[in-house]
T-cell receptor
Framework: DGGITQSPKYLFRKEGQNVTLSCEQN?????MYWYRQDPGQGLRLIYY???????QKGDIAEGYSVSREKKESFPLTVTSAQKNPTAFYLC????????????FGDGTRLSIL | SQQGEEDPQALSIQEGENATMNCSYK?????LQWYRQNSGRGLVHLIL?????REKHSGRLRVTLDTSKKSSSLLITASRAADTASYFC??????????FGTGTRLKVLA
């Protein structure tokens, strides 16, 4: 079955630590996204990538970094500069073309120890 | 920046009743999408309506779009307990960018 896999499902970060969230897709989609969701809130865009080796900042990129070395993979690093990292992180991908829906992974919940 | 705003924020209904939720947006769009999110899970695409369409159906879902009012509504008919979830609208916010609304939390009581 094609889909998006996010891991781990739960992650804990210590003060001053960088952590990396994994996102892998086997849908052969070109564009991939990272969103942050706070309790009872909508999704806010962190970073997105349209093609390999290229990515753009979203609305809340500060304190986060990404890479896109392979089409299938778009890992997100939450750096120690992100002072309020506790949230639910969602990865998504989309096929090129008009009127395409986004496909989402099942998220990673990040908490501070 | 939030483009879509859903209304109401929360909705509680009895099983078998209809649920209606609304989405307003700010700029011109070429399509609008609705998604469902079960608790602790990712979003699932429900339906897409194009700007030249006024109404679209999919099973128990009916979506309307009024581009003059910059608003859309999602109607779920004959609701079931399994429909309990948060529902989000999403609109294009630039090339390959999508902006999600704040969501409506629907609770269907058995």
């Amino acid at each position: 079955d094609g889909g998006i896999t996010q891991s781990p499902k739960y992650l804990f970060r210590k003060e001053g630590q960088n952590v990396t969230l994994s996102c892998e897709q086997n849908l052969n989609h070109d564009a991939m996204y990272w969103y942050r969701q706070d309790p009872g809130q909508g999704l806010r865009l962190i970073y997105y990538s349209q093609i390999v080796n290229d990515f753009q900042k979203g609305d809340i990129a500060e304190g986060y970094s990404v890479s896109r070395e392979k089409k299938e993979s778009f890992p997100l690093t939450v750096t120690s500069a992100q002072k309020n990292p506790t949230a639910f992180y969602l990865c998504a991908s989309i096929r090129q073309g008009a009127d395409q829906p986004q496909h989402f992974g099942d998220g990673t919940r990040l908490s501070i120890l | 920046s939030q483009q879509g705003e859903e209304d109401p924020q929360a909705l509680s209904i009895q099983e078998g009743e209809n649920a209606t939720m609304n989405c307003s947006y700010k700029t011109s769009i070429n399509n609008l999408q609705w998604y469902r999110q079960n608790s602790g899970r990712g979003l699932v695409h429900l339906i897409l309506i194009r700007s030249n369409e006024r109404e679209k159906h999919s099973g128990r879902l009916r979506v309307t779009l009024d581009t003059s009012k910059k608003s859309s509504s999602l109607l779920i008919t004959a609701s079931r307990a399994a429909d309990t979830a948060s529902y989000f609208c999403a609109t294009p916010g630039g090339t390959y960018k999508y902006i999600f609304g704040t969501g409506t939390r629907l609770k269907v009581l058995a």
